[in-house]
């Protein structure tokens, strides 16, 4: 009978496979997203989408909870004042799995697995706001084109220079 046999064992020992989940957890809520294999990012979902849940209640016994399984304290606080009020609002599928490439040494697939409710970044926050940018480049064009008409009535233009075959 195959009772018991639910999770993937990673060619791992158990003690191994748990210290590879507490490092890829420890990892995930410190960049919030990262590239990993799709077996390794599919077993790695529900220990964090627990953590995640773990985050939402902030008491203490949930943090002692959360300061068992993860490696760090500065992740546990993040965890806790970030990533937890952030997801709120959902009753869970706090994070999804994209698979991207097939690794070129082993031909393994791999997947980036990162929050749904991800925190915007330096750079995202201010692509989301082109059209303030541009109004002003059209006025920032005529300025210029101003420019170059006083610019080129003013100047001769410099005689072109011919090479000859000699």
Same mark, same amino acid.
């Given at each position: 009978m195959r009772h018991g046999k639910g999770l993937r064992n990673l060619s791992r020992t158990s003690s191994h496979r748990r210290a590879l989940l507490r490092n890829m957890a420890t990892s995930f809520f410190l960049v919030e997203s990262f590239e990993t294999t799709v077996p390794k990012a599919k077993e790695l979902r529900p220990v964090v989408?627990? @953590?995640?849940? @773990?985050?939402k209640n902030d008491t203490l016994a949930a943090r /002692?909870?959360?300061y068992s399984y993860l490696l760090s304290k500065s992740v546990v606080a993040k965890l806790f004042t970030e990533i937890g009020p952030r997801c709120s609002t959902r009753n869970g599928g706090?994070? /999804?799995?994209?698979?991207?490439?097939?690794?070129?040494?082993?031909?393994a697939d791999m997947a980036i697995i990162e929050l749904v409710d991800k925190a915007p970044t330096k750079g995202e926050s201010k692509a989301a706001e082109p059209k303030k940018a541009?109004?002003?480049a059209p006025a920032k064009k005529a300025a210029t084109k101003k420019a170059d008409d006083k610019a080129e009535s003013g100047k001769k233009a410099p005689a072109k220079k011919t090479a000859s075959k000699a």
């Open positions: 989408e627990r @953590l995640i849940t @773990l985050g /002692r909870q959360a706090y994070t /999804r799995i994209v698979r991207t490439r097939v690794r070129h040494g082993d031909a541009a109004k002003k």
